[in-house]
């Protein structure tokens, strides 16, 4: 018997038609459909599952428990993308903000802020945003496009590697909560950040836990309940005035949908209750919507809604011309709502050196012209 070695070589695969594409952003069917394409069993795609949204691989070698052959016939039709880091800035208190670029050319802002006892991911859902609330930096930005289902829950597995949490089951996470508040009306994209945060909650991929997820929105209030009962994940909503003609200028979308509509839409959301509330957020602007008064109303307002006030100072960026209420207006404005027994803890701005904080992301993202946003959206819902 020979002592020689034989090496088995094997024919390069023969792609299939259509290109490469992105494994991240798949659904699990989605994803049982490339692999049976490639002529391979059902079992073969729980595997592939499992390496990239829970093991967080970024190339198919890392995929030992996977044949050879099928690894290259993986890396011959698919990749797994993630999105370039532009630029990347820390904040003097820890807060970390990435800008990121996609295929496109176009780029967004991903915020990772982390606390003693948890780390928030404040990912993005469009670029630009649909909405011009007047003292948000990101509203001055108009909206270019959706985000891809990929985009959205490649944010997530992006902050992953740069804080090194693979795999996902890590005791030890420090990502533990995920807010869609970053740039972006999620509402307005609600099928790709629907199809995202189902990866982010599977368990056996990104494993968050739906308690762990908060979507803000500014009262799109047609989606609140559909966003419910197809997510069940945690609502904020972002309130800042407690009478129409004050809301009307500061958030437009209320001409649309005003606040007696948005809170009824609130009180009808599933699974709120004492112990799950509603986050209201509420941007503390000088002499707009701080006094004593407005506190009161705020509170019969939401009397009889399970619900959390957060009282957010204001944070300026060039230009604007609102201020932030004075440090001893905001605290009355906190006792008066704690005394009629509405919660409203006062936030602590984090990331300002960096214009990271709540109200502060914008990207230099540039409006598509109409056949490259055409394209776009045919790619994003295809």
Same mark, same amino acid.
């Given at each position: ?9 094997? !024919?390069?695969? #023969? ?14 069917? &989605?994803?049982?459909?490339?692999? +049976?394409?490639?002529?391979?069993? %059902? ?22 428990? *996977?044949?050879?052959?099928? +690894? ?11 999105? &370039?880091? #532009? ?28 606390? &003693?006892? +948890? ?8 670029? /630009?945003?649909? *909405?011009?609330? +007047?003292?948000?930096? @990101? ?21 992953? %590697? ?28 609600? %099928? ?12 056996? /991929? ?24 197809? *997510? ?48 209201? &957020? ?45 440090? @001893? %207006?905001? !605290? ?26 709540? /109200? ?23």
């Amino acid at each position: 018997m020979s002592g020689t070695a034989h090496t088995q070589h094997f !024919a390069p695969p #023969a792609p299939l038609a259509g290109g490469a594409k992105n494994l991240i952003g798949m659904s699990r069917a &989605e994803m049982e459909d490339a692999v +049976r394409a490639l002529g391979e069993p %059902d079992f073969r795609a729980r595997q592939l599952w499992h390496w990239v949204y829970h093991r967080g691989a970024t190339g198919f070698e890392a995929m030992t428990s *996977l044949s050879k052959p099928f +690894r290259a016939l993986l890396a011959a039709n698919f990749t797994i993308g993630r999105p &370039e880091v #532009a630029s990347a800035q820390v904040s003097s208190d820890g807060t970390r903000k990435w800008l990121l670029r996609f295929a496109d050319g176009q780029e967004v802002e991903t915020v990772f802020i982390p606390q &003693e006892e +948890r780390g928030t991911l404040c990912i993005s859902s469009q670029v /630009g945003c649909t *909405l011009t609330c +007047r003292f948000c930096h @990101t509203g001055t930005q108009r909206l270019v496009r959706n985000l891809s289902t990929a985009e959205i829950v490649s944010q997530i597995m992006l902050a992953r %590697d740069e804080v090194g949490e693979w795999p996902a089951s890590s005791a030890d996470r420090k990502i533990t909560n995920i807010v869609l508040m970053g740039m972006g009306e999620p509402l307005y994209n609600f %099928d790709n950040v629907a199809q995202a945060m189902k990866i982010a909650m599977d368990p056996e /991929g990104l494993s968050f836990s739906r308690r762990k997820i908060t979507l803000s929105t500014s009262g799109v209030v047609p989606m609140m309940a559909r966003c419910g009962a197809e *997510l069940g994940v945690n609502l904020a909503v972002s309130l800042h005035a407690v009478r129409d003609e004050v809301r009307d200028v500061i958030v437009p979308l209320n001409k649309k949908y005003p606040i007696a509509a948005l809170l009824d839409a609130c009180r009808a959301y599933p699974g709120t209750h004492n112990a799950r509330r509603i986050t209201f &957020e509420y941007v503390m602007l000088r002499g707009i919507n701080d006094s004593a008064e407005d506190a009161r109303a705020l509170a019969g307002l939401l009397k009889d809604i399970p619900a959390k006030v957060n009282l957010i100072p204001f944070n300026a960026w060039p230009g604007v011309a609102y201020e932030c209420s004075k440090a @001893t %207006d905001i !605290a009355a404005f906190s006792d008066i709502l704690a005394a009629a027994g509405v919660s409203a803890p006062i936030r602590a701005p984090r990331g300002r050196d960096i214009l990271a904080a709540c /109200g502060q992301l914008k990207s230099a993202g540039q409006r598509l012209k109409k056949s490259d946003r055409e394209a776009s959206a045919a790619e994003v819902t295809a």
